[in-house]
């Protein structure tokens, strides 16, 4: 039988105030398992919670445009990133957003698209999540990542499009004292460059697709919650 | 003082290395620091930034200065708008950080670039638009801004985009950098080489108690930003409506159904909600009585939902709320929540043109 390994019980436990009259981790006073037990599990539940967090929202928009030819494998690639609302489509660079695996189970956590959509009658509306290394095109996307969300229906429902695997690009973070340019600290971070796009099969501004209150956020890997 | 330089990772503490009878070791302790070090300071998570292209604005955000980050991250994209493009066209960025009584609007403090003395221009201007993104990035200390931010803790950060006609600003985005030092000057974080084999652990800055202070901070410092949408002022949210509760203009799904926001809260002590701090920046325009007022608010998935502010009369001068309490549900599906705001106003028009909401621990 395998050896039963636990590092958190998934909730914070307050202990007494550090430095306190009841520190049972001041001078002279022993230490119980248990003290330590529940240290590590709170710091590991801290780690994972703190990890995760929303990246990005937006309030959406209404848009008509198809995504271009072999736009039939709903593949983001061609969405028309490059063109812009008034030209029917709702295309968004959402940003670079430091993302670290998950706690200590060094999971990588999902990243997921949550919007409210609806479809012209008769028409499809899909959005589409893509992560790519910062500096990269979305249309040239090399190393990179999507995930598409569609629907038919004509009353507003929720979509959801989720990343289980991407890729991490790294970047150095430097900070410095502006006074003396003096570097403070330094070091290395995982960071991903947000995509966020949406089409409608209709073609025509005569059949609007509607999408509303897009929002970019992090949640544990498989199978946690 | 001493200081350490730390990489990001979290180590994996198993609950049978303290089981009772185990002999205690230098580097339980020595993980255990490790650990609380990353789990305050490596996973920072207040951000703020603009959700969607613009041709220029004025925008407010909303931080709240803890203990937990020493740096911000501001980073810029600038971009043409795929037409013909005017040699020069770029956004000029201006920040500004206050307090609500001091201001800090000059170099070095403010980063040099994000002082409004310098144009951010796209790339390759004759490429297809999305191959003129121009990715520009920052560091702000916040520690410099606190030398002169005394007067409280709840910071507004003020952009001005003045943007060419031929470019556009594609995005604006900050997020708060996370800790590669452990330094004992702050109020948190420890040195894990504290702990030496067979060495003596003495009380104080590098005894046991700092790792639960350290951690502790974590808790209480390290917030999670779960709302931060902005309209430029010239362009903000709007209500008019006298009667009811109604989604503010610009903020509609459909009908009378205000537009909701996901987020999943952090969940801590209990299982059920998280306790959240929330701020507007508004102002009431047009109102035919001093003694009238406003109201916002903000529906979560809580029991005690919606939350309400009432909003003085301001004779069209922008004001910034003081901070209100409400909270978000940790055991919706998938511990997902959601959240939206509804407004009205006794006379005149409200206007909103930052919106936050961010983690308030108890």
Known sequence: ?225 | MSTEPRILFTPRVDAQAYASGVTARAHHAAVLANLANDATGGHPGQRFGIGQRTAGGTYHWFYRRTAVAKHLVLRATVATTGGSYTAGHGAVLTLTVTDGTNTVSTTPTIPPGLDGGDTWQPINTTALRTETFAHYEWTMSLDALAATLTASDNWRVKLVATVGATAFLESFQAEELPRWLVDTADSYGQIPTDYLPRGVIRDGATGLQRIWATARVGYTDALRTYHAQVRPEADPWSSTSTAAYEPLGGDIESGTTPITYVCRPRRMRGTTRCKVRWRLRYRTVGMSSVSHTASVQLLTGHASSPFAVTLADTAGTWTDTAAQTAYLITDGTDRLDTISFLAKTQSGTLEVSSRWVADDPD
């Open chain 1, 1 to 225: 039988m395998g050896r039963v390994s636990l590092t958190t019980i998934e909730r914070w436990l307050h202990l007494p105030t550090p430095g306190g009259s009841d520190d049972h981790l001041r001078a002279d006073h022993a230490g119980s398992s248990g003290l330590f037990q529940i240290l590590g599990s709170n710091a590991t539940h801290l780690a994972r919670e703190n990890g995760l967090r929303v990246l990005w929202e937006d309030r959406g928009g209404e848009f008509w445009e198809d995504l271009d030819a072999g736009g039939g494998s709903n593949d983001p690639l061609y969405l028309r990133w490059e063109d812009l609302d008034a030209d029917g489509v709702y295309v968004r660079f959402a940003g670079v957003h430091r993302v670290r695996l998950w706690g200590e189970t060094a999971g990588l956590p999902r990243i997921t698209l949550k919007c409210r959509a609806a479809a012209p009658s008769t028409y499809t509306v899909g959005v589409a999540l893509v992560v790519t290394e910062p500096g990269a095109s979305p249309i040239s996307r090399t190393a990179g990542a999507y995930a598409v969300a569609t629907t038919t229906s004509t009353s507003i429902t929720t979509l959801t499009a989720t990343l289980s695997t991407y890729p991490l690009a790294h970047l150095e973070g430097i900070g410095r004292d502006p006074s003396t340019r003096a570097i403070e600290e330094r070091g290395d971070h995982t960071v991903v460059a947000l995509w966020v796009g949406a089409w409608c099969t209709s073609g025509s501004s005569g059949g609007k697709g509607s999408l509303s209150g897009p929002t970019v956020f992090l949640r544990p890997p498989d199978p946690y919650t």
